[in-house]
């Protein structure tokens, strides 16, 4: 087997290279039962233009319509029809024709390559030569009819053995985005479980503080908040956390050391403030300076708040 991935704009260059060799072919089994169709002219009037308009769409038809394997089964149903009533019409359309018809389709989509089912429909084709030459001397073909015929089997190898190809790869396509789903979601869940592991160490980490932890991104959003901040400036912790440090009230002389921080850069150490509400105020030791990163970037801002003992 044979794997090849068709672009949209190879497989509708393709599949019209297929059914320009099926109007070939009819035209030229037209051309041959020309006196017989007049007969049916009509019907043969309207099968020619169907034909011609098929070709028509199928040639403007964009080419994001040749995405996928549905458009191949589209066009195949079509073109067994033109087959089959084609070759009623213009031809012998007998029972052997139609077993090596379905034959051909069988093997071909065995096969799953185009490359192969040239082969394929030359040993078919030759099987039906042989088979009305040879074996169906009781109910013989003339030559010619037998020679009309033998495109119709190679085209229906060629369209099977395209849709087998298709179809092919569009499960190893399912199968490769499967398989990278797995492993991204893998990778998710695994990058998750370490994100955890370190937001329980940092949660671990500010508790083994005394003094009070707060931590900010570079913006003023608290993102760490320990319990004895809690404690200290009576504010839990599940309100504070995700909250603009300016919002949390009995904090404006801290909020003052983390303006000029960010602004001034100047960092703050030990120095003495007021935190909490007039009455119930408290005075503490100061500290505010930048977080970096190993670049020297910064990404946030630690403020501590000591008790005087």
């Given amino acids: 087997m044979i794997n090849v991935e068709y672009t949209k704009e190879e497989t509708k260059k393709y599949l019209n290279y297929i059914r320009i060799v099926l109007s070939f072919s009819l035209i030229l089994a037209w051309i041959y039962s020309?006196?017989?169709?007049?007969?049916k002219l009509t019907f043969t009037i309207i099968?020619?233009?169907?034909?011609?308009?098929?070709?028509?769409?199928?040639?403007?038809?964009?080419?994001?319509?040749?995405s996928g394997v549905k458009i191949n089964y589209i066009v195949f149903i079509v073109d067994m029809a033109f087959i089959i009533i084609g070759a009623q019409l213009f031809t012998v359309n007998d029972l052997r024709f139609i077993?090596?018809?379905?034959?051909?389709?069988?093997?071909?989509?065995?096969s799953q390559s185009v490359k192969m089912s040239i082969l394929i429909a030359i040993v078919v084709d030759s099987l039906y030569f042989f088979i009305n030459t040879e074996l169906g001397k009781s109910q013989p073909l003339s030559y010619e009819m037998i020679l009309l015929n033998l495109p119709f089997i190679f085209i229906v190898s060629i369209h099977s053995s395209f849709i087998a190809e298709k179809a092919n790869q569009e499960v190893l396509k399912r199968k490769e985005i499967e398989r990278m789903n797995e492993l991204?979601?893998?990778?998710?869940?695994?990058?998750s479980r370490k994100l955890s592991d370190i937001t329980d160490f940092l949660d671990d980490?500010?508790?083994?503080?005394?003094?009070?932890?707060?931590?900010?991104?570079?913006?003023?959003?608290v993102k760490i908040f320990n319990s004895a901040a809690e404690n200290m400036l009576n504010i839990k912790k599940n309100k504070a956390i995700n909250s603009p440090l300016k919002d949390l009230a009995g904090l404006s002389a801290a909020k003052d050391i983390i303006m000029k921080l960010?602004?001034?850069?100047?960092?703050?150490?030990?120095?003495?403030i007021d935190v909490g509400y007039d009455n119930k105020?408290?005075?503490?030791?100061?500290?505010?300076?930048?977080?970096?990163?190993?670049?020297?970037?910064?990404?946030?801002i630690l403020l501590l708040l000591r008790k005087i003992y």
């Fill in 205 to 221: 980490l500010s508790e083994s503080f005394l003094d009070a932890l707060i931590v900010l991104d570079i913006e003023g959003v």
């Fill in 47 to 66: 099968f020619i233009s169907l034909l011609v308009i098929s070709n028509i769409i199928f040639i403007l038809l964009p080419e994001k319509f040749y």
């Fill in 184 to 191: 991204l979601t893998k990778g998710v869940i695994t990058k």
């Fill in 281 to 300: 105020s408290l005075k503490v030791y100061a500290t505010a300076t930048f977080i970096t990163n190993k670049e020297g970037n910064k990404i946030g």
């Fill in 99 to 110: 077993v090596c018809i379905f034959l051909a389709i069988f093997i071909s989509a065995i």
């Fill in 262 to 272: 960010r602004f001034e850069n100047k960092i703050t150490k030990d120095e003495l």
């Fill in 34 to 39: 020309f006196d017989f169709l007049l007969e």
